[in-house]
């Protein structure tokens, strides 16, 4: 206890220095660098083990013939068919990255999401399991024929999603601009030579407002020997991911912003329980930083955006919305039509999305029917009215809403929310309702 005070005290004393004295930061800074950077944090990237970036460009349609090569000439197509499964020794590594890139895509049902060097497929015939329109893009026509068996082979496969497996020339995706959501990257953008006509293509077919995310192996990956091997046997091209880099390319070609996400699974480790409270006081923080900046060594996630990234109520944030009537009673005669008016204002940050009721995250004004005395819910689904366009964060729609002809006297009161089909009330997540007394004569 007395160890956990004095450590408390000290982090309080130095950060209250450091927040008055310039020098006392810089102090702080060489000791953090003496204590934590890594020679690998400060050693410049490694060139290319074979190629100079010019002759790798000028390879590019030598690489994506030797990719549909590599797939049509493999003879053991159940280990490819099988992934991750049959890939014994990355296992749990394979189902770690899917967690990460699935995160920070904020993948929802219903996203149109392209996989960019999609192989056979294993990982797009997840995400349509999960409920997205899949666009699997390749050089490769042989992998994508072992990817549309994949497809076939599995009675779950959802073809209503109607999955597209599009070979392409390694130049233009064959797709029309701002076509999809999202796009996904799984250990292929390093095997991209023309990187810079690769990402202009990105974010040509990626919506505004869309995201990118990428698990690439992190530099020096060319120098390896399980890569010279590869490029030995196949004529592949196994190159190396520069980010700073790869983030001025990223912003030339049409991108906003680019982020990395410093995580990997070696960075996951076991605290003994006594040691618990420690760990969290910062204890043998430098061992811990030396396992972050492994992990960094062996993978690299990558997230990209093109233009400012909005959650919608298929995958939302802030659910926040001001409903108002345009009267604040109503009288009508029993059996007559009920008719009226209904400002929405957007308040929260997430857009509102419109479309048919089926379709995830279709935002509806949503009408319960109560009896005021006792107070007793009537219809819990009452009324449902659809937007007529997409809502952003701060704008407002007027709705005519035309709610069911109530056949009894009486009084009553009608709750109004706003409801994202198949995900949520917004009430749920804290908005407020608005209540309509109606007077039935």
Known sequence: MRTQILATIIVGVTEWLAERSIRVRRLLTVVYDRLYATEWMNRPPAAHSRFTPEQIIARTDIFNAAADRYFAEQTDQRFLLGKPYTDIDNFARRFFDIG????????????????LGAGTCWLLHFLNRYGCPTIAVDVSPAALEMGR????????????????????????????????????????FHHVPNQ?????????????????????????????????????????????????ALEERALACGFSRMTVVPIGLPLSVEVPVGNLRDFLMGRE??????????????????VVYKGEYQPTTRNPDNLQARIEPAVDRGRVTAGAPIQL??????????????????????????????????????????????????????????????LPTIETPGEY?????????????????????????MTII
């Open 413 to 437: 009161r009608i709750e109004f929310d706003v409801i994202a089909e198949h995900v949520c009330a917004f009430a749920e997540r804290g908005s407020p309702t608005t209540d309509l007394p």
């Open 341 to 402: 008016h209904v400002r929405v204002t957007n308040t929260g940050d997430t857009r509102w999305l419109c479309g048919t009721p089926d379709r995830r995250g279709t935002t509806q004004l949503a009408a319960d029917l109560y009896r005021v005395d006792p107070d007793t819910c009537i219809d819990a689904k009452w009324s449902r009215t659809l937007l007529p366009r997409d809502v952003p964060p701060g704008d407002d729609v007027l709705l005519h809403v035309e």
């Open 285 to 302: 923080l430098g061992h811990y930083w030396k396992l972050w900046t492994t992990a960094m060594r062996a993978t690299t996630y990558v």
């Open 100 to 115: 990460v890139v699935a995160h920070w895509l904020r993948l929802a049902p219903g996203d149109v999401v392209m996989e």
């Open 149 to 188: 068996q994949l497809f076939e082979r599995d009675p779950l496969t959802n073809w209503d999603l109607d999955p597209q497996f599009l070979p392409y020339d390694g130049h233009r995706i064959p797709l029309p601009d701002g076509h999809v959501d999202k796009i996904l990257l799984y250990d292929a």
């Open 196 to 244: 810079e006509e690769v990402l202009r293509e990105m974010a040509r077919v990626l919506k505004a407002g869309g995201v990118v995310a990428m698990c690439e192996p992190a530099p020096g990956h060319s120098h390896t020997q399980a890569s010279l091997d590869e490029m030995d046997a196949w004529d592949v091209l196994e190159n190396d991911i520069d980010v700073e």
